[in-house]
């Protein structure tokens, strides 16, 4: 079998900035800004967040929002793809997540400390609720599964998980990505670390003041060209390569000379059989961190050069957490699809500290090749190109 | 893939040395913990003693951490080490993490935190070793490894879906080695669930061949291997297939069976029409407690049992189905060993195991 082509038949997305990919270019045509106080849960905190205002119809399931989240986009990329029944094939699902993997329901948790007993309901769902296991069962997938829980790279590395699946021959169609909700717990904890912005948030600015969280899902399906051609699927766009690589350094900063995001970078261009020329532009991780910005800012500027079309998205989405690299291999495809990038929002006063500054209005783009970059705690690094296919 | 090298935590103490002796002694009692929010709760549990492991160095560099890390590095350091390849950390090495339940002590200390303070007033420290990632972030630190370090999360099937990965990374050529592994810890809240959804054994003694109703007795631990397809001479063994949710191989002779039943589930009957006549089967659970990551602890013993070429008695031998078990701890010649388990769905995974 041919496993050295994959490529993406469908795609899936909702975030703050739109509940489909149509609704998406619409907002970054206009810079829409869907931010405001969180309404999900109570809190004293005051940063902003880009909640999903709207789930639509038939998506509610009651303390699973992660997953309704995951399903909206798993069904959009399905339709894409054109894709009815599985049963033909060996389908593979993968995601990434953060908030679906922990059991954090503080309301079990608390009736537990104070009475030393708690209904199992958060539970239930819980040991329900596991990503890939569910979507896998709801849409008849008997290929492998895995439920991804890298942090914040989590979908950019279920992509890359599903791309070795598949040239590995374990699948011939894998549903991949990322989905994460709002959380209570991840929020206080990011403001804990006082990375929580009290505004909005500024990726790459020189007065940025940290991130605000956001919640959605993006998911891709991706096959072998024989797959495609077997079934008569045509796809435009195709996952060239993955990089991951581990800074080793610390747990919640990245290693200030970017080590592990090098890496991460030279072996998905590697793997993509190409070049840093070759690259039309890349989704940045850009959470408006400090310290986020500044290394990967400088080791962009240092593998692509000075003149990179460079975007940040997370000014219209927030930082999705695990489902940020399925969100943004989702924006990234469209992007060379489309043959633009939205303006990197937020984004006002060149830092000179960086070498590299984003786009700051909708720009024209050219090239074959996208990269889109995921930084992680732990100090986690991954990165994916994705390409035009030839003619198209 | 060969494995050519295990770590390991578990009650029993750490390095692939305390699974031998207890696969040699056989089945002991668990100790009993006393639950702090249910008044006069108490459950029988397999427990890592962190006082009495033989590593301090690791422990005192990675003092921050919570049990789940230090156990993952103290497991990932020893396979390493056991694998006696020089210079490891210069090659191509990924990481592979995965557990069921990840840091939920952690979690749930975290928790605490929201509950007892406030949100604007949470310990970042205890955020940070909360993510799921955090115990292989460790492992990275700890051990200077700066390849590809994923965690993964299926429940029963972590393991199984950590080393189809570990597989596919060797096989692509991503990485030379793969240290692959699986951990979890018990906690109070987790011993409470498992006791309300599940049935403790009292006794303390999991007995893995009665299928159902099945009783459970909490465990934890951590298990690494290290993978690389290269070297073969000092291997354990090979792995020759991972399968979930079906297995093509069945019809394959082995030498032995290795169940994960170990009480996770209310009902494990579906092991039953897995097992064969002709073939002994054996389950390692009571040795060092149910966990649904289990299936590494197992897939290590099948890997001693075929580098050491002797089988190992079955610990408990309650046998109510008659089925073939294997009784007898002796010296024989050991080709290949079939290592199954079965998640919530009745869907099945196997990892074959053959001598090098």
Not at chain 1, 101 to 123: D, I, W
């Amino acid at each position: 079998m041919d496993t050295s082509t994959i490529l993406i038949t469908g795609m899936g997305v909702i975030s703050a900035a739109g509940n489909n990919a149509g609704e998406t270019l619409l907002s970054f045509k206009q810079g829409t800004r869907n931010a405001g106080p969180v309404t999900l849960f109570p809190t004293i905190l005051k940063s902003p967040v880009f909640e999903v205002r709207r789930l639509p119809a038939g998506y509610y399931r009651e303390g699973l929002r992660t997953l309704s989240l995951a399903l909206i986009a798993v069904d959009q990329a399905l339709q894409d793809a054109r894709l009815g029944d599985l049963s033909k094939f060996r389908v593979g699902v993968c995601m990434g997540t953060t908030v679906a993997s922990q059991l954090n329901a503080l309301q079990f948790y608390k009736s537990y400390r104070e009475s030393g007993a708690a209904p199992m309901t958060s539970v239930d769902r819980f040991l329900k609720g596991n990503l890939a296991e569910f979507i896998a069962r709801k849409i008849g997938a008997r290929g492998p599964q895995a439920s991804v829980v890298n942090a914040c790279s989590s979908g950019t590395d279920a992509i890359g998980i599903a791309l070795s699946w598949l040239k590995s021959g374990l699948c011939d169609i894998a549903i991949a990505g990322g989905a994460d909700e709002l959380n209570h717990v991840p929020y206080c904890g990011f403001n804990s670390l006082g990375i929580a912005n009290p505004g909005l948030c500024a990726p790459f600015d020189r007065d940025r003041k940290g991130l605000n969280l956001g919640e959605g899902a993006g998911v891709l399906v991706m096959e072998t060209r024989e797959t495609a051609r077997k079934r008569g699927a045509s796809a435009d766009l195709m996952l060239s390569g993955y990089g991951s690589s581990s800074d080793a350094y610390h747990l919640t900063a990245p290693s200030p000379e970017g080590v592990g995001l090098k890496a991460a970078l030279a072996a998905a261009l590697s793997e993509a059989g190409i070049g840093p020329s070759s690259i039309g532009f890349v989704n940045a991780h850009g959470t408006g961190t400090h310290d986020n910005d500044q290394v990967e800012g400088t080791v962009l500027a240092e593998v692509f050069g000075p003149g990179l079309k460079m975007l940040s998205t997370k000014g219209l989405t927030g930082h999705t957490l695990g489902a940020a690299g399925g969100i943004e291999a989702v924006f990234t495809s469209l992007g060379l699809r489309e043959g633009w990038i939205p303006a990197s929002a937020g984004f006002q006063n060149r830092d000179e500290a960086i070498p590299l500054a984003p786009v700051r209005e909708t720009t024209a783009i050219s090239g074959r090749y996208a990269i889109s970059t995921s930084l992680a705690f732990g100090g986690t690094n991954a990165a994916i190109v994705i390409g035009r296919e030839a003619g198209s | 893939m060969k494995i050519v090298g295990i770590g390991m935590v578990c009650s029993e103490g750490q390095g692939i040395a305390s699974l031998e002796k207890a696969l040699q002694r056989g089945w002991k009692e668990p100790v009993t913990v006393v639950t702090p929010h249910i008044p006069g709760g108490a459950y029988p549990a397999y427990l890592v003693d962190f006082a009495n492991l033989p590593d301090k160095t690791l422990l005192k560099k990675i003092r921050r951490s919570d049990a789940v890390s230090k156990m993952s590095v103290l497991a990932a350091a020893d396979a390493l080490a056991n694998s006696g390849i020089k210079d490891i950390t210069q090659k191509k090495l990924g990481i592979i993490l995965t557990t069921a339940f990840g840091p939920h002590v952690t979690t749930f200390n975290f928790l605490d935190d929201i509950l007892d303070h406030g949100d604007a007033a949470v310990s970042p420290t205890t955020f940070s070793n909360s993510v799921h990632n955090a115990a292989a972030s460790y492992i990275a630190m700890s051990l200077h490894i700066k390849g590809p370090t994923i965690t993964i999360t299926q429940f029963q099937f972590s393991f199984q879906s950590g080393l189809q990965l570990a597989q596919a990374w060797l096989d692509q050529g991503r990485c030379d080695y793969v240290l692959a592994g699986a951990v979890d810890q018990y906690g109070d809240v987790l011993g409470y669930v498992a006791d309300h959804k599940l049935t403790t054994a009292r006794d303390g003694k999991i007995k893995p061949f009665t299928f159902k109703p099945t009783v459970q007795v909490p465990g934890e631990g951590a298990a690494f291997f290290l993978l690389g397809n290269k070297n073969g001479g000092e291997a354990y063994c090979t792995v020759d297939a991972i399968h979930t949710n079906d297995d093509p191989d069945h019809d394959q002779s082995v030498d032995i069976n290795i169940i994960d039943a170990n009480g996770m589930l209310p009902d494990e009957s579906a092991y039953l029409p897995s097992l064969s006549k002709e073939i002994p089967t054996a389950a390692y659970s009571p040795l060092f407690g149910s966990m649904m990551i289990g299936s590494a602890f197992n897939m290590a013993a099948g890997a001693l049992m075929l580098k050491q070429q002797r089988q190992y008695a079955t610990p408990v031998q309650d046998n109510p189905h008659t089925i073939r078990l294997l009784t007898e701890t002796e010296d024989c010649a050991l080709a290949k060993i079939r290592c199954t388990g079965y998640n919530c769905y009745a869907e099945r995974s196997v990892i074959y195991l053959t001598k090098v």
